[in-house]
């Protein structure tokens, strides 16, 4: 393995060596404390653009799945297409792999799509440096590798535009149809929304899907800031105001808010992983939640027709929001958590009983 160094906006440097593709990259560096998953976070759209840190010591031990495809379209074992990370960050990684869906190593699978994996890295340190000073750009350069590093600008592109579907995509052939806003979908709410008799349209995020018939809206997650998505928020604005039931889930919850004219922000260092607490506003009814984002909507901003829906735990921060007399309601976690906790799962089950 080559020597490789990660070196954070603000100097300070971390030393690994390199087990992925052999490129020097750029990107936003974030923490993940979940304790598997990394697929299913490789694969995630929301992660467009960033340098991920695995606080969990071993990865790379069950592989990767095949990135085999259902009759519709859906990945089988995968949250997308390809990988949109720009690189993992691990303490030890496990060169011997082994399970039952397992197709590849984890290694193998990012050379293949050029990916930059470093272990070695003191990830508890790197950890706490974030944690204490938060998450900001790093780049990561390789020895002996010339490939120039690009300034990717992630903060001034519309990372919701790059990660959208480009075209109208229908799903299953059920009687209701849902239009869903493809701000960087996660395949797992897909299925989710086709386990009952539901027919999905997937549409561009910034597409006039007003003009459609349909029996109800969901907006999905999606990587970078919602501000840039003027044209979603102004389409949500134009049918908040009719009474179709409208669910979203992370960034669907903050463009959601947005429409509501209600305030966004970047948190310090986000919300990476899957032990998240949340608790159902009004009740003592608490979830263990899925969660990846870095901003967060402020719930003191909310117009006089909203109300939160529920907040987190640890910081208080907004965790959902609700229409006080309308079908309306989003959350900032993944109820759909693949991988991750499913107590939130009836989420589901409450916008499909509501076409």
Not at 47 to 61: E, R
Not at 248 to 270: D, F, H
């Amino acid at each position: 393995m080559k020597k490789a160094t990660l070196t954070l906006q603000d100097g300070t440097s971390f030393e690994g060596y390199s087990f992925g593709a052999e490129k020097n990259i750029v990107g936003e560096v974030v923490f993940n404390t979940a304790m598997n998953g990394y697929p299913e976070s490789l694969t995630d759209p929301s992660y467009m653009g960033q340098i991920m840190v695995m606080t969990y010591p071993m990865v790379g031990n069950y592989g990767i799945p095949s990135s085999e495809v259902s009759p519709e379209g859906i990945s089988r074992y995968l949250e997308s297409e390809h990988i949109y990370m720009q690189a993992i960050l691990v303490a030890d990684y496990s060169t011997e792999y082994s399970h039952w869906n397992a197709a590849s190593s984890l290694a193998d699978r990012l050379k293949e799509e050029g990916t930059v994996g470093l272990t070695n890295i003191d990830t508890r340190a790197l950890t706490k440096h974030l944690r204490e000073h938060g998450s900001q750009k790093g780049t990561i350069t390789i020895e002996a590798v010339d490939t120039p590093i690009e300034d990717a600008q992630w903060e001034e592109r519309n990372l919701v535009a790059e990660a959208s579907t480009r075209e109208v995509v229908r799903y299953g052939q059920g009687s209701k149809t849902v239009v869903l806003i493809d701000c960087g979908v996660k395949h797992n709410i897909i299925r989710q929304l086709l386990r009952e008799d539901v027919t999905v349209v997937r549409v561009p995020w910034d597409y006039d899907f007003t003009t459609l018939s349909y029996d109800g809206v969901f907006i999905s997650n999606g990587p970078g800031n919602p501000e840039m998505c003027v044209k979603t928020v102004e389409n949500l604005r134009r049918v908040i105001a009719g009474d179709k039931p409208i669910y979203g889930i992370c960034m669907g919850n903050q463009l959601l808010s947005l429409a509501a004219g209600a305030k966004i922000y970047k948190l310090k260092y986000g919300h990476r992983s899957h032990n998240q607490p949340v608790r159902m506003v009004g009740t003592n009814n608490c979830f263990i939640t899925s969660q990846n984002h870095s901003f967060a909507v402020d719930g003191s901003t909310l117009g006089a027709d909203w109300e939160e829906w529920f907040v987190n735990l640890n910081d208080g921060s907004n965790e959902g929001i609700k229409h006080k007399t309308k079908p309306i309601r989003s959350v900032q976690f993944h109820p759909e958590a693949f991988g991750g906790p499913k107590d939130t799962l009836f989420i589901f089950d409450e916008f499909l009983s509501l076409l």
